[in-house]
């Protein structure tokens, strides 16, 4: 089955430490997405990829990276800069051209600080 | 620049009650819009988009939606309301002619009492 898998399910980050989400996707898609997700602000868009090596910052890129080596692949890094990583990470994909924009969705990586 | 906005950050509706949540877009051009669900700790999952054609878009799980042009609104309904669509509801926009990069509502969650 074609999907977007995100890992680990749980992170866990000590002080001063990077830590670096998988999001690796099976459908063919161009275009991934990275976003985060607190209560009640909805989901904010952190770094975006439209082709292997090239990427372009969301609206909260501060604190984060990204690289895009492979097309199946975007891993996310949150560094010891991001002073308040608690929160639900998204990783999503899509077509960039056909499929009107249709951003599809892995699980979710659940980050929290020790 | 686009924005969505979902009124009412909680609805609850009993059992075989109709569902309304509400969305409104802000944006200069023609937009793709789409509804997407979420279930506690999971990742978002597409229910219907609007791009171009009929304007009554139908989904998965018996919700459908109305792209109003001239009330620049892309309310969700479903006619009876089950257990199970208890979620939280996220109305999302995409302009046209942009990279695929989508604005999201602040979501709707969506109670569903006996």
């Known amino acids: 089955d074609g999907g977007i898998t995100q890992s680990p399910k749980y992170l866990f980050r000590k002080e001063g430490q990077n830590v670096t989400l998988s999001c690796e996707q099976n459908?063919?898609?161009?275009?991934m997405y990275w976003y985060r997700q607190d209560p009640g602000q909805g989901l904010r868009l952190i770094y975006y990829?439209?082709?292997?090596?090239?990427?372009q910052k969301g609206d909260i890129a501060e604190g984060y990276s990204v690289s895009r080596e492979k097309k199946e692949s975007f891993p996310l890094t949150v560094t010891s800069a991001q002073k308040n990583p608690t929160a639900f990470y998204l990783c999503?994909?899509?077509?960039?051209?056909?499929?009107?924009?249709?951003?599809?969705f892995g699980p979710g990586t659940r980050l929290l600080v020790l | 620049a686009q924005s969505v906005t979902q009124l009412g950050s909680h609805v609850s509706v009993s059992e075989g009650a109709l569902v309304l949540l509400r969305c409104n877009y802000s944006s200069s051009v023609p937009p793709y819009l789409f509804w997407y669900v979420q279930y506690p700790n999971q990742g978002l999952q597409l229910l219907l988009k609007?791009?171009?054609?009929?304007?009554l878009v139908k989904g998965i799980n018996g919700f459908e939606a109305e792209f109003k042009k001239s009330e620049t609104s892309f309310h969700l309904t479903k006619p009876s309301a089950h257990m199970s669509d208890a979620a939280e509801y996220f109305c999302a926009v995409r302009n046209t002619g942009t990279a695929s990069k989508l604005t999201f509502g602040t979501g709707t969650r969506l109670q569903v009492t006996l």
């Open positions: 459908l063919n898609h161009d275009a």
């Open positions: 999503a994909s899509s077509q960039t051209s056909g499929g009107r924009g249709t951003q599809y």
């Open positions: 990829s439209q082709i292997v090596n090239d990427f």
């Open positions: 609007y791009t171009t054609g009929a304007t």
